[in-house]
Every structure is written in C-alpha cells, then in structure tokens.
Nanobody
Framework: QVQLVESGGGLVQPGGSLRLSCVASGGIFSINTMGWYRQAPGKQRELVAALTSGGTTNYTDSVKGRFAISRDSAKNTVYLQMNSLKPEDTAVYYC?????????????????WGQGTQVTVSA
C-alpha cells in the first residue's frame, strides 16, 4: 500500500527558511510527477511547485525565485526548499505524487496525497 510521509514544517520568522520532505513507500513501480500544494485558512488548495520525472519544473508565481523543488528518485523523496519566507506563505503544505504501483497481478496509476505539514511564518 502506497504511503506518503511528510516532514519539515514548523514556525519560522519572516525571511527565514524551511525544507520540506516527502517520502513515498509501498509497492511503487515508478513515479511520474511529484509536487507540493498548500492550503491557507479560508482559501482553496493551490499548486506551489511540481517536478516531472523528466526534470521539468513548474512554480506558482508568488514563490518563483524563493522556493526550489527537487527529488531523489533513488529514495522516492521530493523536497521543497523554501527561502525568504513571508507571512503569506503560512499554510498547510501537502505533497502530491503520481505513482504507478504494482498490485500483485496488475499495475495501477494514482495520485497520492501526504498528510500535510503546517508552515507558519510569523514574527
């Protein structure tokens, strides 16, 4: 059974940095796109950054130049390095991974979500 485990959230002052990690495990055959979303109170969940297996990245405009997404394919892990954090970056951050998993007699492709990690940027 596929599981995603996130870590790295916390409280940081404006201008500070955090690094989020998300590890995927369980019956994985291959991983395509790995990404990070966030949801602030009262707002819809939005894409923050995504990284395909081919290395193409996509960032929402508000984080360009401050955040960097990367992956370690050998460890089935995606990272989000967040620098120059602002109070408006405060949200619950979720990893999202597109996984082809082996189910014993067949393969299945699904989107999986992490449990979410809180990032709070405040003085």
């Amino acid at each position: 059974q596929v599981q995603l485990v996130e870590s790295g959230g916390g409280l940081v002052q404006p201008g500070g940095s955090l690094r989020l990690s998300c590890v995927a495990s369980g019956g994985i055959f291959s991983i395509n796109t790995m990404g990070w979303y966030r949801q602030a109170p009262g707002k819809q969940r939005e894409l923050v950054a995504a990284l395909t297996s081919g290395g193409t990245t996509n960032y929402t405009d508000s984080v360009k130049g401050r955040f960097a997404i990367s992956r370690d394919s050998a460890k089935n892990t995606v990272y989000l390095q967040m620098n120059s954090l602002k109070p408006e970056d405060t949200a619950v951050y979720y990893c999202n991974v597109d996984i082809l998993s082996y189910r014993g007699s067949y393969y299945r492709q699904d989107d999986y979500w992490g449990q979410g990690t809180q990032v709070t940027v405040s003085a």
